[in-house]
């Protein structure tokens, strides 16, 4: 059974940082692409980043881009978001998602999903 399990959300101040884990357990990083989404109050799940084992360059969503940095240590089966200079704007719950093979950014393509930590970034 695949399950994934989140950790490392908190109350930061604008500016601020936080590296969100993902646990991973019942498959291997070979053959699943590990997706973080996220999602506001009143507002869509989005897409944050994505890896697989098809392609070792992590996508980024534009609005995370040159401040998250998405890393894997396959020996722990467990996958990080680093977020830097953290924004008001990127308060939400965050998850991580699994899925067979290749990233998508759409969260209906991922079928094992973790149940989401809660990020807050004050002004």
């Known amino acids: 059974e695949v399950q994934l399990v989140e950790s490392g959300g908190g109350l930061v101040q604008a500016g601020g940082s936080l590296k969100l884990s993902c646990a991973a357990s019942g498959f291997t990083f070979d053959d699943y692409a590990i997706g973080w989404f996220r999602q506001a109050p009143g507002k869509e799940r989005e897409g944050v980043s994505c890896?697989?084992?098809?392609?070792?360059?992590?996508y980024y969503a534009d609005s995370v881009k040159g401040r998250f940095t998405f890393s894997s240590d396959n020996a722990k089966n467990t996958v990080y978001l680093q977020m830097n200079s953290l924004k008001p704007e990127d308060t939400a719950v965050y998850y991580c998602?699994?899925?067979?093979?290749?990233?998508?950014?759409?969260?209906?393509?991922?079928?094992?999903w973790g149940q989401g930590t809660q990020v807050t970034v004050s002004s």
């Open positions: 998602a699994a899925r067979l093979l290749s990233c998508s950014y759409y969260p209906v393509d991922f079928n094992s």
């Open positions: 890896i697989s084992s098809l392609d070792d360059n992590p």
